[in-house]
């Protein structure tokens, strides 16, 4: 079992950069593929960003490369994702989430075991 919990979500200014953590629980966290979704309100849950086990993979949606950084430490049960120039498009609830399921399925919800609750990110003037 792996507990998740975000924290760093906020109203940012576009153009601005933001920071979120997710705080794991659980001795299984370091065997797990970690990655980002957000869900905006009347849309589907869409892939972000994932880092492999051991930190040697990572991968973004397209919109978020260059501006995204993911990141783990598996020594402390973290993860984390860098968030710079941000636009009014990345407003949405984020969550991360952690699975056992092949790299090749990262960019899927429903690889994906556990989830954080969430937390938003709003990007206005």
């Known amino acids: 079992q792996v507990q998740l919990v975000e924290s760093g979500g906020g109203l940012v200014q576009p153009g601005g950069p933001l920071r979120l953590s997710c705080a794991a629980s659980?001795?299984?966290?370091?065997?797990?593929?970690v990655g980002w979704f957000r869900q905006a309100p009347g849309t589907a849950r869409e892939f972000v960003a994932a880092?492999?086990?051991?930190?040697?993979?990572?991968d973004y949606q397209d919109s978020v490369k260059g501006r995204f950084t993911i990141s783990r430490d598996n020594t402390k049960n973290t993860m984390s994702l860098q968030m710079n120039n941000l636009n009014p498009e990345d407003t949405a609830v984020y969550y991360c989430?952690?699975?056992?399921?092949?790299?090749?399925?990262?960019?899927?919800?429903?690889?994906?075991?556990?989830w954080g609750q969430g937390t938003q990110v709003t990007v206005s003037s």
């Open positions: 989430s952690a699975g056992r399921s092949p790299w090749v399925l990262r960019t899927a919800p429903s690889s994906y075991d556990y």
């Open positions: 659980g001795r299984t966290f370091s065997s797990n593929t």
């Open positions: 880092i492999s086990i051991r930190g040697s993979m990572t």
